[in-house]
Nanobody
Framework: QVQLVESGGGLVQAGGSLRLSCAAS????????MGWFRQALGKEREFVIG????????YYADSVKGRFTISRENAKNTVFLQMNSLKPEDTAVYYC????????????????WGQGTQVTVSR
């Protein structure tokens, strides 16, 4: 079965950095757009950042432009989220997702989800 396993979350001070990883198995990874979403306590899940199946296109939520980057290594079935200049408002559970097809990844259309990893940014 398909599994997406996130890692790398934790506690960091404002202004710091974290790198999240998502290891995928059970799917043809290179055929899937990958993305990261987050859900803060008491809020709805929101899109953060996405990358096309071949890695040539990236798309970002306005709130993370210039601070977060996404990359993927198709040979290792892994996608990464590099988060710099973290702010307390970035605190959330971060989820990795996979979506088959040519549309940009979205919460509605994503086919598979990871279990999430907590990111906490202190002031």
């Amino acid at each position: 079965q398909v599994q997406l396993v996130e890692s790398g979350g934790g506690l960091v001070q404002a202004g710091g950095s974290l790198r999240l990883s998502c290891a995928a198995s059970g799917l043809t990874f290179s055929s899937y757009d990958m993305g990261w979403f987050r859900q803060a306590l008491g809020k709805e899940r929101e899109f953060v950042i996405g990358i096309s199946s071949g890695g040539g296109m990236r798309y970002y939520a306005d709130s993370v432009k210039g601070r977060f980057t996404i990359s993927r290594e198709n040979a290792k079935n892994t996608v990464f989220l590099q988060m710099n200049s973290l702010k307390p408002e970035d605190t959330a559970v971060y989820y990795c997702a996979a979506q088959y097809g040519s549309k940009r990844i979205s919460s509605f259309d994503a086919d598979y989800w990871g279990q999430g990893t907590q990111v906490t940014v202190s002031r």
